[in-house]
């Protein structure tokens, strides 16, 4: 019997896992204590961002601290946890804000950057000190940087046509290889974006998409969302005949081995990446406004917004876009407040 073919998310998370041990050989042996406790209430995405923070903080104190410059990361007991100070971890924040990397470029982080590195030293410090492995724990004793509310980014209806127009007929007018490429390629990317901002699905769960996952009987796409959940997304006329398109276009592709199951390829016949999408909504955004910066997560803002405001039901909003808790949902009510700023433009006269 052949094996179980993986899924993409599978195959994420088994290449996430071997990166999370390889670099846990380069950390002190007690640091697997910890990233073991968190497998199960965090993804192995999470615990991936989480290794390369804890390990800048050993490298912190190896070149901020003279009683450390022979050690390597690996060599650091657990009782070092307890001779740092409040003060220490206050200058640590400070060496955030701007560090060289190992390539001798240099790194720097902003007020949000600072806030989650430091998030995952607490956490860190928060489990050996539950465990009486510590006697202190001085990331309660420091001030956490203060985060700004994030403007809500999204494109207006007429952008959201603009953009459209543009992925279909940017290209009508290029020659040569650049007309090539653009016709090879208009299919699937109009059906990319289409998909993206008709149903306000992730990047990630985009990239994930097998050909078996999209069902045209019921209008619906399965995606697996986060925590590994697997969900159905319905879809509208307009994502139907996008993705119809570009499936006549795919069954003529013959996909490279260990890809064939992919909906969505690459000029290189792969299972096109999240970074490839990344690419492609920047290339085509930039085009249509200079005045915001629009990423595959703003083409969601996009869609929760205007769901919001076509149904006013807050819970339909957070149900399809697989939010947990309805709180995350509600910065769509900043499209509500945007529309009553613009009223107040004109609410106001100045000569009567």
Known sequence: MPPKKLSYHEELDVANTLKLREVLKTLPDFVRDYFRALETTTTTKTRISYVYDIRLFFKYLIDSNPLYKNYSTKDFPISVLDDITAVDLEEYMEYLKVYESNDGNYNKNDNRGIHRKMSALRSFYGYYYRKQFIKTNPTLL???????????????????????????????????????YYDKNKVRNLAIFTLLLGTGIRVSECVGLDID?????????????????????????????????????????????????????SIQ????????????????????????????????????????????????????LGHNDVNTTKKHYAAIDEDRKRMAASAVSLRK
């Open 142 to 180: 420091i001030d956490m940087p203060k985060l700004r509310k994030k403007e809500i980014v999204r494109l207006d209806y007429d952008e959201v046509a603009e953009l459209l127009d543009m992925v279909e007929h940017g290209g009508d007018n290029l020659t040569g290889m650049k007309k090539v």
């Open 269 to 320: 016949r792969k299972r096109i990446s999240v970074q490839g999408i990344e690419n492609l909504v920047n290339e085509y955004a930039s085009k249509v406004t200079t005045f915001k910066h629009i990423t595959p997560h703003k083409l969601r803002s996009t869609y929760g917004t205007n769901l919001y405001r076509e149904t006013g039901d807050i819970y339909l909003v957070a149900e399809v």
């Open 213 to 265: 996952d999209i069902d045209f009987k019921n209008d619906r796409i399965k995606i697996m969302r986060k925590g590994q959940k697997e969900d159905y997304v319905y879809f509208g006329e307009e994502v139907e005949k996008a993705l119809s398109d570009y499936l006549d276009v795919r069954e003529n592709i013959t996909a490279c081995e260990g890809h064939e199951n992919a909906f969505f390829l």
